[in-house]
């Protein structure tokens, strides 16, 4: 037993206490994995808890240590989502189709942490192929949440959000299609960032939307947020969408200073149906930012309401393209009690997606079917694009908009599981992003109901450094991200 005190410890606090020797990566491993021991039954945050590999890449970044070849990251303990490739460890997706898949390569993240001298304490759960708002969409268990075990953390990155918000790592990585790292961090009370489209290599992160999916940082402060990203970001000649640009040093941005910075408020953020101590949460905030320097106005992004329907015909049909790929033939699950090929790729799929995969492949390909393909998909980009102009008008006025990360506060397991449309609502404050390309963080920004309020910040496109100023500024004159559930 170990009696060192992990609560509310980040990245850059590890870092230094590794650096003073005070404690060893083998040591603060294994007191982490000593709290997974402790909650991990009450949260189940985890897909896999890689033990064995935990504690031989700790002794790994000892000996690193003692070298002197050390990173920021060296020696730190963390979570990959259960999408992000890992050889020889298995990659579920958290579906009954890839349950027994291990994959015999590294994703560009997870080597990228590697080099770092990273320590892979798992994977994290999530929603079923990243598709939900809850991890209830997970073919193996819901995922809890830290701040009260009855509710949701968020989806789809559940896992790897509870899991920072529970002490059960330093931070984690997470994927966000239409919210999914931003939504669970507001739920959860942690920080989450979404990074510009094509910051972070999606090589090796199993596709769900191509045009939308982006990887990025879960962590205890925005510091921490600057230090992962700094290890993440780049290009990758093995993703064609990856940004080929010089990756500043995201740290440097976070001087605390908001003097002359220019902020909007846009008014359709404000939706029906907002819970009121989330509106008041967020209007707190937007005085914190006033009071620090900043010039806030109201501000407008017309096309925002069509964003939601924009969402569900782009995403859907580039998930039903991506997901033609699991039949049964290459890997993963396949049913071999059939008739002929063509009934065993039916049975394939009937049983190895659950219920929400299903749903998004019909939209998917309904949307692209003969007929429809005009009406809906095409439709669907042209109104992207004009989503995508009002941002970039918004922004040559701008530095940056502010609003709430999601229209509630944490809600109770199974309550909109009956009612898609309502689970899909809760991501209406964080697409319009996604649908745009361009960086967005959620960091806590007050208490409603006893639960945690995320406030959202987007930037412009490759606006991640204007993103973390303001961030960690809010974060500093705030005293939201130290409060810690009492799980």
């Not at 299609?177 to 979404?194: D, E, F, Y």
Request: charged share 20%; hydrophobic share 40%.
């Amino acid at each position: 037993m170990t009696s060192l005190d992990i609560k509310g410890l980040t990245a850059h606090a590890a870092r230094e206490m590794l650096d003073r020797k005070e404690v060893s990566s083998v040591e603060l491993t294994q007191a982490v994995l000593e709290r997974i021991g402790q909650v991990e039954d009450k949260v189940k945050a985890f897909v896999r808890v890689t033990e064995a590999t935990a504690l031989e890449q700790a002794a790994e970044a000892d000996e690193r240590i003692a070298s002197g070849d050390v990173r920021p990251l060296t020696g730190v303990p963390m979570v990959l989502k259960d999408n992000m490739i890992t050889k020889g460890i298995n990659t579920t997706c958290s579906s009954r189709m890839l349950e027994n898949f291990v994959p015999p390569y590294d994703a560009t993240v997870t080597r990228r942490l590697r080099e770092e001298g990273a320590v892979l304490l798992g994977k994290g759960n999530l929603d079923e192929f990243a598709m939900g708002s809850s991890t209830e969409n997970s073919a193996f268990y819901p995922t809890r949440n830290p701040w009260d075990l009855g509710r949701v953390p968020g989806g789809s990155s559940g896992g790897p959000a509870a899991a920072v918000a529970a002490d059960e790592c330093i931070y984690s990585l997470g994927s966000d299609t239409g919210g999914s790292i931003r939504q669970p961090a507001s739920l959860c009370g942690v920080v989450g960032m979404k990074p510009t489209y094509g910051v972070v290599s999606r090589y090796g992160l199993v596709a769900f939307a191509s045009s939308l999916d982006q990887i990025g940082p879960l962590t205890k402060d925005v510091e921490d947020a600057a230090i992962v990203l700094n290890a993440i970001a780049g290009h990758d000649p093995c993703d064609s969408t990856s940004i080929d640009f010089e990756v500043p040093d995201y740290t440097r941005a976070l001087t605390g200073d908001l003097t002359g910075t220019r902020i909007g408020v846009p008014r359709e953020y404000f939706v029906d149906g907002m819970e009121p101590g989330v509106e008041s949460a967020t209007r707190d905030a937007i005085k914190v930012l006033e009071g620090l320097g900043a010039t806030v106005e109201e501000t407008s992004l017309p096309s925002t309401p069509y964003a939601l329907a924009v969402y569900y015909i782009i995403a859907p049909s580039e998930a039903s393209a991506n997901l033609a790929r699991y039949d049964g033939v290459k890997y993963g699950f396949s049913v071999q009690d059939a008739d002929s090929m063509w009934d065993a790729l039916e049975k394939t799929r009937q049983f190895g997606f659950g219920p929400e995969v299903k749903r998004r492949v019909m939209l998917g390909t309904y949307a692209l079917s003969a007929g429809y393909y005009d009406a809906y998909y095409l439709k669907a980009q042209r109104v992207r694009t004009l989503i995508r102009q009002e941002f970039q008008k918004v922004f040559s006025t701008f530095d940056a908009v502010v609003m709430p990360t999601s229209p509630s506060v944490a809600f109770k397991l199974g309550a909109k599981m009956a009612d898609p449309v309502q689970m899909y609502l809760n991501d209406i404050l964080t697409m319009p992003a996604n649908i745009a390309g361009i960086p967005g963080i959620s960091v806590p920004g007050g208490i409603s109901e006893g639960l945690p309020v995320g406030f959202q910040i987007m930037g412009p496109a490759m606006g991640e450094e204007t993103v973390l100023r303001i961030a960690h500024a809010y974060e500093q004159a705030t005293d939201w991200h130290n409060m810690v559930p009492s799980l």
